[in-house]
């Protein structure tokens, strides 16, 4: 079945510094990738997805790119800030952008001074 | 924006007791979920149900029933909750678009 495998666990990162959260996928068909974000005591939001015609998503500061031949969707930012601090998952759907979710198992990422 | 309310937001449970976690969305969507959170296991999905009056397993079904009397409603049970159940809960509906998440349910068992 449909899996991702993400960076998990902790990541610490000095404000100012580059974001690099990587996700790969396995999947029978062509999916849609997703990037959420978790906040403390907050629900998971939709921060990137996956466009079709293979245009990069970006959304505050953040971009990932889709690259079918390697099956990954990392996310990036050229530079950290304190606000990003966050839980932050990879996710697939094989039915389109509304469809059931496979979550990798998250990465909380925490931005120091 | 596209509203799921959760209902309790946090429930301390006995071990063998039965508990009922609620969702309600107002946005007319489909699709509704139930995940299930983890630290080192992300979120997996529980249940989830794309018509009223059925419902579909998800990746972890074992020891959870689901309910969807309406669009709008969609109930997780656990009829004999046990210690490995103590977990934060989500629901979540989607219509052809994203999927909106509601607030939580952060489930203790005893």
């Known amino acids: 079945g449909d899996s991702v495998t993400q960076t998990e666990g902790l990541v610490t990162l000095t404000e100012g510094l580059p974001v690099m959260l990587n996700c790969t996928y396995q999947s029978t068909y062509s999916p849609f990738l997703f990037w959420y974000v978790q906040h403390l005591n907050e629900a998971p939001k939709l921060l990137l997805k996956?466009?079709?015609?293979?245009k990069r998503p970006e959304h505050q500061g953040f971009h990932a790119t889709l690259h079918k031949s390697s099956s990954s969707f990392h996310l990036q930012k050229s530079s950290a800030q304190l606000s990003d601090s966050a839980l932050y998952y990879c996710a697939l759907s094989d039915g389109g952008t509304g469809s059931k979710l496979s979550f990798g198992k998250g990465a909380k990422l925490t931005v120091s001074p | 924006e596209a509203a799921v309310t959760q209902s309790p937001r946090s429930k301390v449970a006995v071990t063998g007791g039965k508990v009922t976690l609620s969702c309600h969305q107002t946005n007319n969507h489909d699709y509704m979920y139930w995940y299930r959170q983890d630290t080192g296991h992300g979120l997996r999905l529980i249940h989830y149900s794309y018509v009223a009056d059925s419902t579909e397993k998800g990746d972890i079904p074992d020891g959870y029933k689901a309910s969807r009397p309406s669009q709008e409603n969609f109930s997780l049970i656990l009829e004999l909750a046990s210690l490995s159940q103590t977990a934060v809960y989500f629901c979540a509906s989607s219509g052809t678009e994203e999927v909106f998440f509601g607030k939580g349910t952060r489930l203790t068992v005893v």
């Open positions: 996956s466009f079709t015609d293979n």
